[in-house]
């Protein structure tokens, strides 16, 4: 004997919808707490901050939506996130482009790290390569920027980098890869090879860069 058994159609669930969340601004990240970045202003860059003043000022205020000011009791460039500003990662760049200019970089160098986030700033001391004192010191210094700058233009557009030499102590900025390249040809002369040889290997170390992208 068959017995039919009717299939019953189960009615359908409804689904709640999927949820649409909007991407969290910056204060919202923060639990709507205000950051803050101090960068202090060295007693020989007071001046030429002063003259450069808005044009650190506007980048940092209308394209990466960042308060800026000076403190002129404590003299130090004061950084803070507002509610409209778009990365939390913003408030990092601007002091990272501030300390740069406090460094002894150009205002239009230092502003492509708002721009490019591929971009490091590396310091360190001739002494950290070789312990030099007195006029050997001086030597090797000469030997860094060589007659009129020649050295470090010539290091400088070969890696794409900047460098300032500021006394005893050298910055490089840069990306990474590029970095590593001034810094050894940097080394170099510090140690005490001569100009010619540094360029022949810096051309071979650009050429072989150049391949590699």
Same mark, same amino acid.
């Given at each position: 004997?068959?017995?039919? &058994?009717?299939?019953?159609?189960?009615?359908?669930? *409804? !689904?709640?919808?999927?949820?649409?969340?909007?991407?969290?601004?910056?204060?919202?990240?923060?639990?709507?707490?205000?950051?803050?970045?101090?960068?202090?202003?060295?007693?020989?860059?007071?001046?030429?901050?002063?003259? +450069?003043?808005?044009?650190? %000022? &506007?980048?940092? %205020?209308?394209?990466?939506?960042? @308060?800026? $000011?000076?403190?002129?009791?404590?003299? $130090?460039?004061?950084?803070?996130?507002?509610? @409209?500003?778009?990365?939390?990662?913003? !408030?990092?760049?601007?002091?990272?482009?501030?300390?740069?200019?406090?460094?002894?970089? @150009?205002?239009?160098?230092?502003?492509?790290? !708002?721009?490019? /986030?591929?971009? %490091?700033? /590396? +310091?360190?001391?001739?002494?950290?390569?070789?312990?030099?004192?007195?006029?050997?010191?001086?030597?090797?210094?000469?030997?860094? +920027?060589?007659?009129?700058?020649?050295?470090?233009?010539?290091?400088?557009?070969?890696?794409?980098? $900047?460098?300032?030499?500021?006394?005893?102590?050298?910055?490089?900025?840069?990306?990474?890869?590029?970095?590593?390249?001034? $810094? /050894?040809?940097?080394?170099? !002369?510090?140690?005490?090879?001569?100009?010619?040889?540094?360029? +022949?290997?810096?051309?071979?170390?650009? *050429?072989?860069? *150049?391949?590699?992208?």
């Amino acid at each position: 004997m068959e017995i039919d &058994n009717p299939t019953t159609e189960k009615p359908a669930i *409804a !689904l709640p919808e999927k949820p649409n969340f909007q991407p969290l601004k910056a204060h919202e990240i923060s639990d709507g707490q205000v950051q803050f970045r101090k960068v202090t202003v060295p007693q020989h860059r007071y001046t030429p901050l002063k003259k +450069s003043w808005m044009e650190i %000022y &506007n980048p940092i %205020y209308e394209q990466m939506k960042i @308060d800026v $000011r000076m403190n002129l009791k404590k003299r $130090r460039v004061e950084l803070k996130t507002r509610h @409209d500003t778009p990365d939390i990662s913003n !408030l990092q760049k601007c002091a990272d482009f501030v300390h740069a200019f406090m460094l002894g970089f @150009d205002v239009c160098d230092a502003v492509a790290l !708002l721009r490019l /986030d591929e971009l %490091y700033v /590396d +310091s360190f001391e001739i002494k950290d390569v070789k312990t030099l004192r007195g006029e050997h010191l001086s030597r090797a210094i000469g030997r860094l +920027s060589g007659k009129g700058g020649k050295t470090k233009f010539a290091i400088e557009n070969a890696t794409k980098t $900047r460098i300032v030499i500021a006394d005893s102590k050298i910055h490089i900025l840069g990306s990474f890869s590029n970095i590593k390249v001034a $810094r /050894d040809s940097l080394c170099s !002369l510090i140690l005490g090879s001569p100009a010619g040889k540094v360029y +022949s290997k810096l051309r071979a170390v650009t *050429a072989r860069l *150049a391949e590699m992208f």
